[in-house]
Nanobody, 129 residues
């Protein structure tokens, strides 16, 4: 059974950088894509970034475009989220998720949390001003 584990979170000042990692264990990534979601208290999880299995494409929500970069190391079974020029609004619990629809479906209909069936436990990112 596939398990995901996030790491790399923590506290950072606005303008700084963090790199989150999502490591797969127990099996290889099965899904066509891996997504990063962010959740803040009282709000639903929103997709922040995503990448297909072969990394030929990527997705970013508007608020992080130009600041975040999603990448994957296929042999190591790890997906990264490089967060640069972080802002206070980036604060939240970050989850990686996989085992969802194909990339073509996601880019056409949007990345909804309910579409993904395997999740990491989440990791906190706190950005201070």
């Amino acid at each position: 059974q596939l398990h995901l584990a996030e790491s790399g979170g923590g506290s950072v000042q606005a303008g700084g950088s963090l790199r989150l990692s999502c490591a797969a264990a127990g099996n290889n990534y099965k899904s066509d894509s891996v997504a990063w979601f962010r959740q803040t208290p009282g709000k639903q999880r929103e997709a922040v970034a995503a990448i297909p299995l072969d990394a030929h494409d990527s997705y970013y929500t508007d608020s992080v475009k130009g600041r975040f970069t999603v990448s994957r190391d296929i042999p190591k079974n790890v997906v990264y989220l490089q967060m640069d020029s972080v802002e206070v609004g980036d604060t939240g619990m970050y989850f990686c998720a996989t085992d969802g629809p194909e990339w073509s479906y996601l880019t056409r209909f949007g990345l909804k949390a309910r579409l993904f069936h395997t999740w990491g436990q989440g990791i906190q990112v706190t950005v201070s001003s």
